[in-house]
């Protein structure tokens, strides 16, 4: 499973690349507003930075608009994945951009036929964004489970970007289910290497070293 990462804030996403931990980076207009940052200019130097697919949104609501921003956002560089809404608009868009050779990220994803659609519109990457469903007491991870099962059907090539992801618990619940991507912020990612029992091994550990002095510098 591909990792990318869910944030506009460039020391984060250095560290995590600098580990080989980002495949690619998603961005919303709330994390871009979030990183006070023009989106143009924080786009580029992500784009500089990481040279998987980096998601950007558009933020017009029509068709015509969308296209307009997703051939702008597209130009930034070849690794850009323009982000439209899971619109009729958007699936429009996504058609367009798609057949002129234009990654597309279709975004806000809550059911399966949604992401049938996406597919048929050709995206590049369809995001569910499970969380957000588990919010309102629905199951996230199911809706995971019954795209992979009608992609698998067809033989579609879009990829599932589990997004809206809110815990370690759902990168590695995304992974057993068989989605190609996980969108994660930081700090979820970073929570993957906590375990309890690794603290208490460590600190049994520790205790040992002080007892014995045991040195190796
Ligand atoms: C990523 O593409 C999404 O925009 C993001 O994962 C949404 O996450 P949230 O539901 O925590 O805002």
Redesign the pocket.
């Known amino acids: 499973m591909k990792f990318f990462v869910?944030t506009a804030e460039l020391d984060q996403i250095k560290e995590l690349h600098d580990l080989g931990m980002v495949d690619g980076v998603?961005t919303?207009p709330?994390l871009i507003a979030k990183s006070g940052r023009d989106i143009l200019e924080v786009t580029k130097e992500i784009c500089d930075l990481v040279k998987g697919p980096v998601?950007a949104e558009v933020v017009a609501l029509d068709a015509d608009t969308m296209l307009a921003e997703g051939r702008k956002l597209a130009k930034i560089a070849d690794n850009i994945a323009v982000k439209v809404p899971l619109t009729w608009a958007g699936l429009q868009t996504c058609k367009t951009l798609s057949d002129e050779g234009i990654m597309v990220n279709v975004?806000l994803c809550f059911s399966a036929n949604q992401a049938l659609l996406a597919a048929k519109a050709g995206a590049t990457f369809i995001?569910p964004?499970i969380?957000?469903l588990d919010d309102i007491n629905l199951d996230g991870l199911e809706l995971i489970e019954d795209i992979r099962t009608i992609y698998d059907n067809y033989g579609f090539k879009t990829q599932i970007l589990a997004?809206?992801?809110?815990t370690a618990n759902h990168m590695s619940d995304c992974a057993k289910i068989g989605a190609d991507v996980a969108?994660a912020p930081p700090a979820v990612i970073k929570a993957m290497a906590n375990h309890i029992l690794t603290d208490k091994g460590l600190a049994g550990f520790m205790a040992d070293v002080e007892k014995a002095g045991i040195k190796i510098l």
Request: net charge positive.
């Open positions: 869910d998603t919303n709330s998601s975004t995001s964004f969380g957000r997004a809206s992801i809110r969108t």
